[in-house]
């Protein structure tokens, strides 16, 4: 079975929409089985991303779709993630009649969270003088405001060859040297896009 993924990113550039695609196939390539991978569309915004998986449910072709975007506020544990969406100001997504609970994953609170969960590995792309103490010392990563990780981000990379983060270019070079397990194992909604993955017959 084929399976879509919409990611949001990549913005309106030509240009980044290759580098946010390709940023997360190879993030997720370890999560492929036998040579097959998911098809990944960069849609830009997240509303683009969620209109592209109203499409492809409204269509009924055949395959598995799935909607990856930042959660953008931490997620009620008591909650679905249908109703994160739903009543978030600025969303306010009704869920598709045909979309499962299963089809909509978050990067909680945002894809930058996914990096400062394996700084070993941020570490080593970002390379000499690289201040991994700058990062949030908290176990619980989901847990924290968009803002203070991207603060981090800035304090802990504003000294290397590569330059301060930003969000572009650098941002999907840098997911693709994120370790996938690393990541599923300290972000519970990272592990739970990573099992669904893995439940899509034929990846």
């Not at 580098?19 to 830009?44: M, T, W, Y």
Request: overall charge positive; glycine content about 8%.
């Amino acid at each position: 079975m084929s399976c879509t993924i919409f990611v949001e990113g990549g913005g309106k550039s030509k240009d980044l929409r290759p580098r946010c695609r390709d940023g997360f196939a190879q993030f997720l390539e370890p999560l492929s089985r036998a040579g097959r991978r998911p098809k990944i569309v960069a849609c830009g915004t997240r509303a683009d991303a969620f209109k592209r998986l109203r499409i492809a449910l409204d269509s009924q072709s055949p395959g598995s779709y799935l909607l990856l975007v930042d959660s953008e506020a931490v997620v009620s544990a008591k909650g679905s993630v249908w109703t994160h969406v739903g009543e978030r100001e600025g969303d306010n997504w009704q869920r598709p009649v045909m979309a499962t609970e299963d089809q909509l994953h978050f990067m909680a609170v945002c894809m930058e969270s996914w990096l400062l969960a394996a700084p070993e590995s941020l570490a080593n792309f970002y390379g000499q003088n690289f201040r991994k103490g700058s990062l949030p010392k908290a176990t619980d990563l989901e847990s924290i405001d968009k803002g203070t990780i991207l603060r981090a981000l800035r304090l802990a990379t504003c000294g290397t060859s590569k330059g301060e983060y930003s969000k572009g270019k650098v941002s999907f070079a840098a997911l693709a040297a994120v370790d996938v397990s690393v990541v599923r194992k300290r972000m519970s909604f990272c592990n739970r896009f990573a099992n669904q993955l893995e439940e899509v017959p034929g990846l």
